[in-house]
């Protein structure tokens, strides 16, 4: 029987997107450079320089898997720390030998002092949060004013065509060639998972909302992935939201 393609609510997201990442941790890395046709990481680099990361810089990479943009960011000589709570692949990730720090954490609750980081940095993941602003209100809190947060995301191209071919490729090549070289739900998972990212004025506001300013998107590959940028505002207000569950 064919497994159905699940989208968690709130109560389950945590566990099933845990779980799914832990099963498809040992092929992760082919299937990302495969289907985004070995442009992920041009896109990562581009998010490191995004970030301005350089040496002696302490940088946390919230959802950061098997470590691809923590090896990025650890090449410019910074201190980086990836946090992921998936042991599936951050045991990916300290197998591939990156000079880098690895905790197994939510990273709605980050096990790091206040104004700790001057860069916060997260590839992919944010879709996967189970409460977005949740986490960016931890990312406002440990980063120093003046740090630099950097997310990347897919995105949906706005051109007609590119748009319809995208959707072509996203809704039904990929699901495909995960099934076929890796996992059928996971890889079906990915496109749906897309309505769990708000848009770009919702998520400006989430970003701002959270003690950030200076928020700027950068569109990639004519919209089929993103580039969110913002810096910590001066202040020590606490902007952690009164609610921990994501609209969606
Ligand atoms: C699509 S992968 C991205 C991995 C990596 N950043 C990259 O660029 O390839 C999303 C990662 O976020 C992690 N993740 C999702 N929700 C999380 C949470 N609440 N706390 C920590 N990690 C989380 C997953 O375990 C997974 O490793």
Redesign the pocket.
């Known amino acids: 029987m064919k497994e159905r393609p699940v989208l968690p609510d709130a109560a389950d997201k945590?566990a099933v997107?845990?779980a799914m990442?832990d099963r498809i941790a040992p092929r992760?890395d082919v299937l990302?450079r495969l289907i985004s046709l070995w442009l992920?990481q041009g896109w990562?680099r581009r998010a490191v320089r995004a970030a301005g990361i350089g040496a002696g810089d302490r940088v946390i990479?919230?959802?950061?898997?098997?470590g691809?943009?923590s090896a990025l960011a650890a090449r410019t000589g910074a201190w980086v720390v990836g946090?992921?709570?998936?042991g599936q692949?951050l045991a990916g990730a300290r197998r591939r030998g990156i000079r880098a720090d690895w905790v197994q954490?939510?990273?709605?609750r980050l096990p790091f002092p206040s104004a700790w980081a001057d860069a916060v940095v997260?590839?992919?993941?944010l879709r996967?949060?189970?409460s977005i602003p949740t986490?960016l209100a931890e990312s406002a809190r440990v980063l120093q004013a003046g740090g630099r947060l950097v997310l990347?995301e897919v995105d949906t191209p706005t051109n007609g065509l590119l748009r319809r071919a995208h959707a072509v490729y996203f809704n039904r090549i990929v699901p495909q060639l995960g099934a076929l070289l890796s996992d059928a739900a996971a890889y079906a998972y990915l496109p749906r998972s897309v309505s769990y990212l708000p848009d770009s004025r919702e998520l400006q506001r989430l970003i701002e909302s959270a003690g950030f300013e200076r928020v700027s998107k950068q569109r990639l590959c004519g919209g089929a992935a993103q580039i969110v940028r913002a810096v910590r505002a001066e202040g020590s207000a606490d902007h952690r939201p009164q609610h921990s569950t994501q609209k969606m």
């Open positions: 945590a997107v845990r990442f992760y990302n992920d990562r990479d919230l959802g950061c898997g098997t691809d943009l946090v992921d709570f998936a692949m954490s939510d990273a709605g997260s590839g992919f993941a996967n949060f189970v986490v990347i």
